[in-house]
């Protein structure tokens, strides 16, 4: 298993920057990959970003160009830097890491793009 801890959440005006970061209780390299998903209210959790251990980044259409997953090996954390933010991204946003068939989920960090 491992548990994942996310901070960087906030308040931010539109067109205003944030960096999540999501720190994992063991090697990076032992995940097979790690993501960014998000669920506003009223509706379903959906992927923002995901990166692999081999490094292969992919990405929702709606933060493309804006936003970027990347790793730091060293400290097992995963990052979510966030730029051009809108109201839309305003939601709660939860680190996951895919192990195998398993799937574990951190608490959560709240975003929140004021217009």
């Known amino acids: 298993q491992v ?8 308040l931010v005006q539109a067109g205003g920057s944030l960096k999540l970061s999501c720190a994992a209780s063991r090697s990076v390299f032992t995940i097979n990959a790690m993501g960014w998903y998000r669920q506003a209210p009223g509706k379903q959790r ?10 292969r980044t992919e990405y929702a259409d709606f933060v493309k160009g804006r936003f970027t997953i990347s790793r730091d090996n060293a400290k097992n954390t995963v990052y979510l830097q ?6 839309e991204d305003t939601a709660v946003y939860y680190c996951n890491a895919e192990l195998g068939v398993l799937l574990a989920w951190g608490q959560g960090t709240q975003v929140t793009v004021s217009s």
């Open 3 to 10: 548990q994942l801890v996310e901070s960087g959440g906030g």
């Open 46 to 55: 959906e992927l923002v970003a995901r990166i692999t251990n081999s490094g």
């Open 82 to 87: 966030m730029n051009s933010l809108k109201p």
